[in-house]
């Protein structure tokens, strides 16, 4: 019986491949640079969109090995807010989530919550509208509607000198697809942003 790949040796090989990719050691030559936009076309490059297509078609082929041998797309992840830590589940990047994947994601979303809260008191809250050009400010009260028609979340942070920022990201369906709202309305995600009051959002 052949060996497995863990998701450790998936994200490893990935990213081998990417820089393979980048450094036009893959090519997918059959890949040419027309969207149907003239404007946009003008733009690419043949070489450019060549590297990409190749790394798009390998991380396909990847996600299949994932679904045909259940290799989890979970990856676990440390934050540590004003003293509080947390360690909690997220998909890699560049992986998919299997079934069992979304159901780690899903049970561990009241704590991540909890902790969110926990740090983010008294904090400015801005809610990312506009695909993510343009802040509305919320009141912590707004989380809860969000929160209710969401599945699972996650969490990063920006701290530098006198500026933290703390990102919540609450979202359904497939993380992989909620990205950049590219699954939308299957997949897709709600961005709320804590600052320090009177601070903006810079991500």
């Known amino acids: 019986m052949s060996k497995v790949y863990s998701t450790a040796e998936l994200i490893k090989i990935l990213e081998e491949e990417r820089q393979a990719c980048l450094q036009g050691r893959r090519l997918n030559l059959t890949a040419a640079p027309s969207t149907g936009n003239p404007v946009i076309d003008g733009f690419l490059t043949s070489d450019g969109v060549q590297k990409f297509t190749a790394y798009q ?17 979970v990856v676990w992840r440390e934050i540590t807010v004003k003293g509080y830590t947390l360690r909690y589940p997220a998909v890699d990047d560049q992986l998919i989530a299997l079934p069992i994947d979304l159901v780690t994601l899903k049970s561990a979303k009241a704590s ?12 400015d809250l801005y809610l990312s509208v506009n695909s993510g050009k343009d802040f509305r400010q919320i009141e912590p009260a707004d989380l809860e509607a969000l929160d209710r028609r969401t599945e699972w979340a996650s969490l990063w942070k920006w701290e530098k000198l006198d500026f933290l920022e703390i990102l919540l990201q609450l979202g359904w369906g497939q993380p992989e697809e909620a990205y950049y709202k590219r699954g939308w309305p299957a997949s897709g995600s709600e961005y709320i942003h804590a600052v320090r009051p009177g601070q903006r959002p810079i991500c």
Do not use: I
Request: charged content about 20%; overall charge negative.
């Open 57 to 73: 078609n390998f991380k396909a082929a990847v996600h299949e090995y994932q679904r045909e041998h259940q290799v989890s797309g």
């Open 112 to 123: 991540m919550l909890e902790f969110w809260q926990q740090v983010t008191e008294g904090m």
